[in-house]
């Protein structure tokens, strides 16, 4: 996603390429219902899973090892030991 359009349209542009180059499109939002009150925060009709379902493991990491110095901020870390 490049951009959130707020202008009614509920969407955002995105970046789509392939093998040639790349183009700017205007997406409507997923619809889908939302765990835990989130949006899923994809286009309508992405091919992978809904944004809640999609785990970047860069942030993960960094989460893992906030958790290890502040833990009370982090409890879904408390016990795990996946080091």
């Known amino acids: 996603m490049l951009d959130d359009v707020d202008n009614g349209f509920g969407g955002a542009v995105w970046a789509r390429w392939n093998e040639t180059g790349v183009r700017t499109v205007l997406l409507p939002w997923c619809p889908a219902g939302p765990p835990e009150d989130r949006a899923c925060g994809l286009f309508m009709d992405h091919g992978s899973g809904h944004g809640w ?29 996946r080091d």
């Open 53 to 81: 379902e999609v785990i970047d493991p860069t942030t993960e990491a960094i989460r893992r090892e906030l958790a290890k110095q502040y833990p009370d901020h982090f409890p879904e870390y408390i016990d795990d030991d």
